[in-house]
Structure formats: C-alpha cells, structure tokens
C-alpha cells in the first residue's frame, strides 16, 4: 500500500476498470436497443450463429475493452483532418463481421468485396448475412467515402481483393461479375426507392430518424387513410338519396324481381333472424345498419349540405320521397333517428356520461392508493408501538384474557 | 372486485319478445262516451282477431284520452294501436297507428259484420276457444308484391307488421288454427278484412266412421247403438250417408291401391269467424294521430298552401312552446317564494325564542308574537291565482 495520491487513485481505477471488465460491452453502451425499432428480422441461420457467437468468450468484448477502444478511436478521429467521425457501432458490427465466416460485403459503391478466397461458385453461403449485407449500401451510400484510419487498419485492403478473385476460374469470374452486376443494380434500386419513400433507415430528408419519429409518420398515414375512408362513405350515403330509403338509417334493399304474384303474407323469418322480403325471396331482406349518435348526426350533417346544393325542385322531391320512406321504415318498426336536435343531445348525454364514468374511475384510483397507504401507515405504526413494548422496560400488566378476567362489552 | 352473479339458469331473459307486436284496440272520440252497443260489439271481435298479443279486456274510461294509452303503451311494449271512432251520424273510422312516433293511416270503415251476426248465418258456426292461444296467419290478396307506390308499401307494410312474424323453423304447424284474410279491391282499393278459424275433417272415410272417429277423438258423443243388433247395422245404416259432400276438399284414391291408413285423410278448411270489415283509406299522417299528412283521399293542397300551414304550425308550435316555458318559469318562481317564506318563517320563530330566553319574556308576549305570525303565511298552493300573483308583484316591489 502506497501513500501517494497518484497511487491510491491508480488502484481505485483499477477497481473501477476491473469491475468494468466484467461487464459486457453491449449492456455497457447499449447500441443495439436505439437501432432496435431499425433492425430486420435476421434469418435463422444467422440468428443461430449470433446466438453461438454469444457464447464464445474470445468474441464478446467486455465494457472495459470498448471504452478504451472508443478512447483511442475518439484521438485518432480528431488527429485525422477532414474525416467524419464514424459511427462506432458500426465499426462494432464490422469487427464482428471480419472475425465470422462472412465472405462477401459491399463497399461504399455497392460493388462486392470478397473477404476470403471461397470460389464464388460455392454460392451457398453467398447471402451469409443478407440483412447486414444489404444495409450497408444503403448507410453508407450517403456518408463520406473516405475511410477513416481506424476502419481501413481493421477492414482488410480492398485492393488485396482483386489479386484473389484473379486466381479464381475466368467463366465463373464472368458469370460472377454478372451476378454482382445485377446485384448491384437491384441494391441501387431499392436503396433509391427508400429514399424515394422517405423510408426509416434512409438519409433521405424527411425520414424518420428515430422511434418517435417512425410511430409520429405511421400515425399521420393512417389518420389520411380514414378520414379518406370516411369521405368515401359519406360521399356514397349522400348518393342514396336519390333512391328510395334515404333518411333513416341505412337500409339495404336489392331490387325486387318483378313478380306476378299478388299473395303476400305476414312477416317469415329464417332461423337466422333474417326476414323474408314480399316475394318471400331471401335475398330480399333487409339489414338494418345501426351507427352510433355521433356518426349517424354526422351522416345527417353530410346530406343535408348535398340535399342544400341541388335545385330547389330536386330539394323538394328528395323531402317528399323521404317523409315517405321515413313513414314505411316506422310502420317496420325500425328506429329512425333523423332529428339533428335530438342526435345533438344524445351525443352530449353521451360524452358526459363518458366523462363522468372516467372521474369516477379516477376517483376509484384514488380511494384505492389512499386505502392502501392508511393500511400500510397502520400497519407500520402498529410494528413500531408493538418494538417498543418490547423492549421498553419495566413489567407491564397482562391484558385481560377474553371470557376469563371478563373483557369490556360493546355498547 | 367480485364478479356479480347472475341467475342464467332459472331467469333467462327472453330475447325477441319485443319483436312481437302488441296492440290496443280502443274506442275513441264519441265512440268512447256514447258507444253503440253495435260498436262495441265490433271493438269486442276485433280484439278477439288480433288475440293473443292485445289487450283482450281492456275497459276505457269516458275520461281516458289517447294520451294515456300512448303512456302505458310504452312500459307495456304496445306496438300498434287500433283506434276505432264513431260520428254522431254513425260513420265509423278506423286508425291504426304505430306506437310511438306514428305512422297512422286512417280508414273509413265503410260496413261491418259482427262476428256474433256471421254466425247466425252458418249452419255449422265455430266457437273460438282454443285458437285465441295463437295469432292469425296473415293473408294478403292482391297487394302489389312490387313498389308501385309509397301509399302501397306503407299499407302492406302497416298489415304485415301488426302480426308477429312467423319463424318457419321454429313454428309449429299446430300453432296455426286462424287465418286473417286481407283482400284488396283492384278497381275500387276497398280493402276487407275477413277472419276464419283452420278446421281440418277427416276425408275419405263413411260417415259412420267418422262419427266414431270424431267420438273417440271426445269432439261429440257416441251414437245411440241401443237398438242396433250387430256392428253392420250401424255402418250399412242408410240415414248415415254422407250428406256432407262440400268437405271433401282432396279427392279420394280408389280403394285396393292404398292401405286403410293412407285412404283416411285430412282436408283443410276454413271457417268464417268474424268481423268483416270493409274499409277505404282516409288518409295518412306522419306521427301518431298527428303531423304531417302524407296522403288525403279527398282534400288535396298545393306547395303554396302546404307551406302556409306548415308555417301557421310552426307559429302555434312556437307559441305552445314559449307558454310551457313560461309555466314552468311561474312554477319555480312559486316553489322559490314558498321555500323563503317558510325559511323566513322559521327564522323569526327561532329569533323569538331566543329573545325570549335571553330577556325573560313572558309568555302572554309570546302568545302574542305567534298569533301575530299565524295569519302571514299562507301555503301558495292554496292561494287562487289572482292572490298568488298580487303577492308577487307585492313583492317585485318592495
């Protein structure tokens, strides 16, 4: 044990650091959980081998290893003059990528670069990692192509590739070239499209950049979606009115096949409930639609502007067809709910009672932590009087025992 | 929190019952306070048709007007009412509305049988017991099956939906004993309404036999065989031949190609019950006996003067309304002066008391104040109006 401060913090370091090194990289940084709403659905092959690579001890680096690592990139990065400072993870995952059997990777351009000398012919384990594979086009397309120093030192030398691939048979030199062609042409396609679409992952302006972002997007797609959902419906009940049954709520009737015969009988049911219509055909029936006050006042709403923007002689007809068809409905006994006032109403009785239903649910809540905490603060209270009867001293009298010594009735 | 319990087993709620149409068959207007027995006799066999789903005994007061029906309708689930008017020069009109917002269509019951002066034309009347158990089956002739017109489709549809439906899987053929027949005069539009009981007669056997069978089956009793030596004497009996020849609906296969059972059959009949009515639509209106009128057989009105009295209901709505209002506003006013005057009231009495603590007041003093205070209040709902409001506007100004 030495005296000097230097010492003392040396070794408190060295505590920290060998607690450090105990910890793996990946929950010290946790790199992985940002890019997770990012990352594709690895196959199983791959995922099989991710999984094996976890338990090898050489792979896994620990949280001390990373910090330093970083440590020595940050100093290089600022030594460099003009270089952009690379994203570490990805250097992480390039790492791993050198040490596993990974035998193709595709460089800033696209092009492929062959890491080791597998005949290309052996297209097997070609995809070995093709979600990785086909991120990288995509990432780096827009970054700076100048390498750091740092990824060129760990990335092998994309000029000592060539040299390897010459060794390889000429017919299957051409036929991989080919294949690396279209290969890259499908990559420049879809990384383009991406871009295109404002994909998540993409550089592209307006892409969502983080989780936030990505959910912020789909919400706004799908509101455009309904409410172009709703236009459409609202636009073909506003079309109906023209025909038959118009105010009341929707009714679907086919057109009745002309029929000669003049015998008509009372209402027949099918087991399913469904009605017969006068020609005691099935497909005749009628299904009544029921919606909800407020999409109901809203349907009425949408009509009446379409009824208010046609001739007056039109507006006149589609009043008098209506008064008809609202009579016919009632005398079926169906519910017509075409009085805006009343519709009004029933949808503020409505949000009231939502209204209130949710405070006294909130009340609930309430009563129920507070419940919990009186208990709780009893409780305690109770163990605390209970310790200190314990060990106060001088002897206390016995508590009189029930139905011996006679305890005190209630009154 | 404990999960309610509920009884599924012994209180299963019975879904579809308000499916079924229920109705009230009334007199109204004269009809109700000077009825003809003749009329009455009408209400009686048209409640008799639409049996089991009315109100069978059902006795209206002089005092009871459509109001109060339209009321209990609602708690007792009455779909349909069946109003049944009388002038004083004796025509007849009927209305059926359904409850509660309408439509109503109003016929004008051009002549009626009763059920009791049907039977004193037929030979063989039906007594209608049983068969008051089930609803009539619904029959509509010469109703156009397509929408011809909006004044069709809401009578055909008004016939239809005052019957409860027929669930063909779940009905069964035995429940089926009336028929009500609706026919439609094609030229004139009159429509008649005519009620028959299902009777079926066994076809195809001896009189004899049928005797016996309908014996053994309890609907009359044995023949007397006193005097009759053998079984024969009775079956070659020539005063059993079959007279009857009109009940022999289906045609009988010639003996030696069936068997015994096959060679009695059943033939389907019907048996007029009563009333007959003969009616002519009058017109249609909107709401239950009010509103708009949709249709008139008689009065017709242009767009112009359509809109003048639509615009003359409105007024009157408008006016009905700002008078209801302003009711409810005099009742408030009343219920607040009372509420005051009492509090009030009380206060004195309460300071009085005190006082007279605190100073040792005699009791001659507090007799005093008491009577005093007697005569001032006065319940409001005993005062006439004319004091009631002297006493507001005494108080408006002070």
Known sequence: MSDSLKDRLNSHSDAFKGLLSLIPAKYYYDDESKSQWNRKKATKSDAHRVKQAKFDPSQGSSALDEVTRRETDAVVSKSGADSIEVDSFEQEVLDEESDSDISVIFDDHGNEIRLSGDAPDSSDDLPVQPAKVQEKPAKKASANPKVTQAESKRQPSSEAQPEKKSSAKPAAKRDAQGIEELRKKLADKITEMKIRRKAPGTNAPGAPKNREELLAARKQRQDIKKRKWD????????????????????????????????????????????????????????????????????????????????????????????????????????????????????????????????????DRLDTVAKGIASREAKRNANLAARKEAKFSKGKKKKPKRAGFEGKKRRK | MAKRRHKRRTHVVETGVEDVPKSMVVKMGDAKRHPTKALSALVRDFRAMMQPHTAARLKERKANRLKDFLVMAGPLGVSHFFLFSQTHTGNTTLRIARTPRGPTVYFKVKQYSLARDIQKTQTHPHALTRELQNPPVLVMNNFSTEKTSDLDALITST???????????????????????????????????????????????????????????????????????????????????????????????????????????????????????????????????????LFHAHETRTAKQAAKLEDKHRQRDALREQRRKQQEENVRKKREAQTSRSQRGKLKAKMQTEGSDSEGASDEEMADSASDSEPEYQDPSEMNDYELEAELAAEESS
Request: proline residues 3%; contains cysteine.
């Open chain 2, 159 to 293: 016939f239809q939906n005052m019957l409860p439906t027929i669930d063909i899987q779940k009905t069964k053929l035995s429940s089926i004993q009336r028929v009500m027949l609706v026919n439609r005069d094609a030229e004139t539009g009159d429509i008649d309404i005519r009620h028959y009981a299902l009777v079926t007669r066994t076809v195809g056997a001896s009189r004899a036999i049928k005797k016996l069978s309908a014996a053994k089956m309890g609907h009359r009793d044995l023949p007397d065989l006193s005097r009759l030596g053998e079984a024969a004497d009775y079956m070659m009996d020539p005063g059993q031949s079959d007279s009857e020849g009109e009940d022999e609906v289906l045609d009988t296969p010639a003996a030696g190609t069936v068997t015994e059972q096959q060679r009695i059959r059943k033939a389907v009949k019907l048996v007029e019950v009563g009333p007959r009515l003969r009616l002519s639509v009058l017109k249609v209106e909107d709401g239950l006996c009010q509103g708009k009128t």
């Open chain 1, 231 to 362: 236009e459409t419906d609202a636009a073909s009940d506003g079309e109906n009115i023209d025909e038959n049954h118009s105010l009341a709520e929707d009714v679907d009737t086919p057109e009745r096949a002309s029929n000669e015969e003049t015998i008509i009988f009372g209402q027949i049911k099918l087991g399913d409930g469904n009605k017969l219509g006068l020609n005691l055909s099935a497909d005749e029936q009628k299904v009544l639609k029921r919606r909800n006050a407020a999409d109901q006042l809203r349907v009425l709403e949408s009509r009446k502007a379409k009824i208010s923007s046609l001739p007056e002689a039109k507006q006149t007809e589609i009043a008098n067809k209506a008064q008809w068809s609202r009579a016919i409905l009632q005398s079926e006994g169906a519910k017509v709910r075409d009085n805006e006032k009343l519709l009004k109403k029933t949808v503020k009785q409505q949000q009231r009672r939502k209204l209130k239903s949710e405070l006294q649910w909130k």
